[in-house]
C-alpha cells in the first residue's frame, strides 16, 4: 500500500512539476468558448458603462464589439468585465479577459515588465484638470495647496506627482480605487481638483450633480494613447486585436461606413475590394487567422472609426468631445492606419 | 492488519514486516507529509515563476528600490513621490498599524463601558447598551464605515466654512485641523521624565504589595503611580520653563494651511472598526462578568470587602480568564478589518500596496507582503495576548 501511496505522490509532484500545459492560442480558445471576454472600464460615461438594463455602451466597448464582429461576423458574441484601474492588469495577466479595451495608456514599461502589449492607439489623450468654477482657478499652475481626487493605480497619478514636483507646487491627493468613488468625494467637496485623461474629465463633469459648475482648466499636462491591450506570447492575437483597429480607421479612409458597407461591395476600386474580402483568391483574413470578410463584418457591426467616435464621444453624444488629434492624418489629425494589402 | 505477538522476546529472527510496527508506521506517515506539503510549496513556486517567466512579466523583489513616483495622503513618516516603493509599503503599514491600535484601545473602552452597562440596575442604561451593541453587530462594518465617511463626516462644511472651534481646532470635510506642537530646547527631558515615572510607579506598586503581604496595610499605589506618570512630565516641563510653542492652522486659499490635519478617512475608519468591534467587546465582557459565579461576590461580601474592591479584585480578576480568549479575536478582526480602508481611500497597507501592485505590474509579490505582513502583526498581538491570558490565569498556590 504505501509503496502505491509513495509512487503515486512523486508522480504527481513530477507531472505538476514537469508539464506544462501547451496552452491553445486565444483565438482557439475564444473560437472554443463562442464569446470574446473583454475587460472594460466599470463605469467612464462614454468609454465604457452600464445603462440600467445592464447594456454596455462606450468607445471601448465598441472595441469590442467591434473584435467580437471580426472573429464571429457576430458584434453580440463579447462578454464584458467590467475592471477598475487596479484589477484590468491581473484580469489581462491572469487570463480572466482575453483583450482589455479600458482608455489604458500604452507606457514601455506596461510593454515590458508587465507584459502586455499595445499598438493601436484608439485615441489621442492626455491629463488635465476639472475645478469649480467659483475657485476663480484659470490655470494649474494656481493650484498650489489643493487638494486633488485621483483614482489609484494610473498613469495619472504619477504624473500629477511629478508635475507638482517639477512646479514647485503642494498638493495634497485623495485617492480611490474606484471611479465612482473619485466622482464622488469630488462632487461633495473632498477635493477642490479632479484629475483624469481630458476626456474622461468632460465624461465625470457629465454625472456630477450641477456640471455646469466646474471647468477643465487648459493645461494637458501628459501625453495619453489610449488603446487596446493583449498579452504577449500570442502574435496573431495582437494582429487581430491592433488590424482591428486599423480596419476601422482605414473605412473612414476609404468612406466606407455602416450604411453604405453593402453597397461598397460592388466598389471597381481594387483597394476596397481588397479590404472588404472582394478580391480574388485573396488571403488577408486568412493569414490573421479570421475570415476574408473580417473587415467587412467590423464596419457593418459597428461603422468606421469616425462613426464609433461621434457615437459615443463626439457630436452623437453628450460628451461633444471635438476630434482633435484623433481626426485621420489626412485631415491634421494623427489617426493614421498601415496599408491593408 | 495482523500484529505478531506471539514470538517470544529476545527471538533474534527478523520480524514479518517493518510495515507492520505502529513506531515506524508512524514515522513514515509523518515524513510522507511533511514531504508532500514541501513538494507541494515548491510546485506552487515553481509554477508561479514558470507561469510568470512565460508571460514575460518580471518578477522578483528588486523592485522595492525603484522610485515609488506617487504620492500618499496621509503618511507618519517623510514621504515624496521621489522615495522607494519599499517606504511607500512601511507608510501603508505604519497607517494600518495606527488605525489598528487606536481602534482597539477605543473599541476595547467602549466595549467595557458598555458591556458593563448592559448588566446595570438601571433600566434606561442597560436597554440603551442593547440596542448599541445589537444595532453595531448585526450591521457588516463597510456599511459602518460608509455611515461615518458618507453620512456623517462628508456633510461638514467646506474648508472657507470650517466649524471653529476652541483652541485654534477647525472642523472641516477635510478633516480636523488643530496645532501642531512644535518642542523647543530641552524637551527630550520630558519623555525621559515620563519613563521615569513609569518605572517608579511600577516600584511602588511593588513595594506596597510586599508591604500589605506583610503588615496588611494597604496603600493607593494606584493614586501614586498614576501621579507619578503624570506628574513628573508636567514639573520637568514647567522646571524647563515650558518649551512648547504652537503652529496654528490657518486659512489658505483652498485648505487650511498649517497644523496638523487628521483626514476624514482616518477619522471615519477609525471611529467605524471602533463603534462595530466594541459592539462584539461588549458581548465578551457581559459574559465574563456572567461567569463569575455569585457566590464568589457574596463571600467577598462575607469576608468583610466592600464593593469596589470586590469587584477589582475578585470579580474582574476571574472574568478576564474567560474575556481574554475571546477578546484576542476581537483584536485580530478589527486589525484585519482595517483594510477595509481601501473603500474610502485611507493609504493603509492594502490600499498602498494595490498602487504599487499596479504601477509595478508585480502582483505575486505584492499579494506575498500583504499576507506576510498581516500574519506578522496577527501573531504578533496573538502573542502579547496569550503571554498577558497567561499572567492572568489561575496560579495554583
Known amino acids: 500500500m504505501s509503496k502505491k501511496l509513495l509512487s503515486a505522490i512523486i508522480g504527481t509532484a513530477l507531472l505538476g512539476l514537469t508539464a506544462h500545459t501547451a ?267 479570421l475570415d476574408e470578410k473580417w473587415a467587412y463584418n467590423i464596419i457593418k457591426a459597428v461603422g468606421n472609426y469616425g462613426e464609433v467616435f461621434e457615437r459615443n464621444l463626439g457630436s452623437g453624444s453628450q460628451l461633444k468631445i471635438a476630434r482633435g488629434l484623433n481626426q485621420l492624418w489626412s485631415k491634421g489629425g494623427l489617426q493614421y492606419a498601415p496599408p491593408i494589402r | 492488519m495482523a500484529v ?63 522610485r515609488a513616483g506617487f504620492d500618499v495622503g496621509q503618511s507618519l513618516i517623510a514621504y515624496t513621490s521621489d522615495s522607494t516603493y519599499l517606504r511607500a509599503l512601511y507608510v501603508g503599514f505604519l497607517n494600518t498599524l495606527l488605525v489598528a491600535f487606536t481602534g482597539i484601545v477605543t473599541a476595547t473602552i467602549i466595549g467595557f463601558i458598555v458591556g458593563i452597562g448592559r448588566l446595570s440596575h438601571n433600566w434606561l442604561i442597560a436597554k440603551v447598551s442593547q440596542v448599541y451593541v445589537e444595532v453595531f453587530r448585526n450591521i457588516p462594518p463597510l456599511l459602518v464605515i460608509f455611515f461615518w465617511y458618507k453620512g456623517v463626516l462628508a456633510v461638514l462644511p467646506q474648508p472657507r466654512d470650517s466649524i471653529h472651534l476652541p483652541l485654534s481646532v477647525f472642523l472641516n470635510n477635510r478633516g480636523l485641523a488643530f496645532p501642531r506642537p512644535i518642542w523647543g530646547d530641552g524637551a527630550g527631558a520630558i519623555p525621559v521624565a515620563f519613563l521615569v515615572g513609569i518605572v517608579a510607579a511600577i516600584l511602588v506598586t511593588k513595594w506596597a504589595s510586599a508591604r500589605q503581604a506583610r503588615t496588611g496595610q494597604p496603600f493607593p499605589s494606584g493614586w501614586t503611580g498614576f501621579g507619578l506618570i503624570l ?21 489658505g486659499k483652498f485648505n487650511l494651511s498649517g497644523g496638523s490635519v487628521v ?87 492594502v490600499a498602498v500596496g494595490g498602487t504599487i501592485l499596479n504601477q509595478s505590474g508585480r502582483a505575486v509579490e505584492i499579494v506575498a507582503i500583504w499576507m506576510a505582513i498581516y500574519l506578522s502583526i496577527s501573531l504578533a498581538t496573538s502573542l502579547f495576548m496569550n503571554w498577558f491570558n497567561a499572567k492572568m490565569a489561575l496560579v495554583e498556590r
Not at chain 2, 505502529?22 to 510522507?32: A, D, G, K, T
Not at chain 2, 477609525?270 to 465578551?284: D, G, K, Q, R, V
Request: aromatic letters at 12%.
Open chain 1, 23 to 289: 496552452s491553445a492560442t486565444t483565438l482557439e480558445s475564444v473560437k472554443a468558448k463562442g464569446f470574446l471576454q473583454c475587460g472594460v472600464n466599470s463605469g467612464l460615461a462614454g468609454f465604457g458603462f452600464p445603462d440600467a438594463s445592464g447594456n454596455w455602451s462606450g468607445f471601448d466597448v465598441d472595441y469590442c464589439r467591434a473584435v467580437a464582429a471580426a472573429i464571429f461576423g457576430d458584434p453580440t458574441k463579447v462578454k464584458f468585465t467590467p475592471t477598475t484601474a487596479k484589477e484590468r492588469f491581473p484580469a489581462l495577466q491572469s487570463g480572466e479577459i482575453d483583450m482589455l479595451a479600458r482608455n489604458t495608456t500604452w507606457t514601455i514599461s506596461r510593454d515590458t515588465a508587465l507584459g502586455f502589449l499595445f499598438r493601436a492607439v484608439n485615441y489621442y489623450d492626455g491629463q488635465g484638470f476639472m475645478v469649480r468654477k467659483s475657485l476663480n482657478v484659470k490655470s494649474a499652475l494656481e493650484l498650489s495647496g489643493a487638494a486633488v481626487c485621483v483614482q489609484s493605480g494610473t498613469t495619472t497619478e504619477l504624473n500629477l506627482a511629478d508635475y507638482f514636483k517639477s512646479h514647485n507646487l503642494q498638493y495634497n491627493p485623495v485617492v480611490f480605487e474606484k471611479i465612482e468613488e473619485v466622482n464622488s468625494a469630488y462632487d461633495s467637496g473632498r477635493c477642490d481638483v479632479y484629475t483624469t485623461d481630458q476626456s474622461g474629465l468632460y465624461a465625470v463633469r457629465l454625472t456630477l450633480s450641477k456640471p455646469d459648475d466646474h471647468i477643465i482648466l487648459p493645461e494637458i499636462i501628459s501625453k495619453e494613447p489610449l488603446g487596446p491591450a493583449v498579452r504577449q506570447g500570442d502574435p496573431q492575437w495582437f494582429n487581430i486585436v491592433s488590424w482591428t483597429h486599423y480596419a476601422l480607421v482605414t473605412a473612414e479612409d476609404f468612406g466606407i461606413t455602416k450604411a453604405n458597407v453593402d453597397e461598397m461591395l460592388k466598389s471597381s476600386n481594387p483597394d476596397i475590394k481588397r479590404f472588404l474580402g472582394e478580391e480574388k483568391d485573396q488571403h488577408i483574413g486568412k493569414d490573421l487567422g
Open chain 2, 263 to 349: 483626514g476624514p478617512e482616518f477619522v471615519s475608519l477609525y471611529l467605524a472598526l471602533s463603534f462595530y468591534t466594541a459592539a462584539f467587546i461588549a458581548e465578551i465582557v457581559r459574559s465574563g462578568i456572567r461567569s463569575v459565579p455569585k457566590g464568589q461576590t457574596e463571600a467577598a461580601f462575607a469576608l468583610g470587602l466592600q464593593s469596589g474592591v470586590t469587584t477589582r479584585k475578585v470579580v474582574v480578576p476571574q472574568a478576564l480568564r474567560i474575556i481574554i480568549p475571546p477578546l484576542t479575536s476581537q483584536y485580530l478582526n478589527l486589525t484585519k478589518n482595517s483594510s477595509l480602508a481601501i473603500a474610502i481611500g485611507f493609504s493603509d497597507l
Open chain 2, 4 to 66: 505478531n505477538v506471539s514470538e517470544p522476546a529476545g527471538d533474534d529472527r527478523p520480524r514479518s514486516s517493518l510495515l507492520y510496527d505502529p513506531v515506524f508506521r508512524s514515522i513514515i506517515y509523518q515524513v510522507l507529509t511533511a514531504i508532500i506539503f514541501v513538494a507541494l510549496i515548491w510546485w506552487f513556486w515553481n509554477n508561479t515563476l514558470e507561469n510568470l517567466r512565460r508571460a514575460n512579466i518580471a518578477s522578483g523583489f528588486g523592485f522595492l528600490n525603484g
Open chain 2, 231 to 251: 506628574g513628573l512630565p508636567i514639573l520637568t516641563f514647567l522646571a524647563l520653563g515650558s518649551p512648547l510653542s504652537f503652529d496654528y492652522p490657518v486659512a
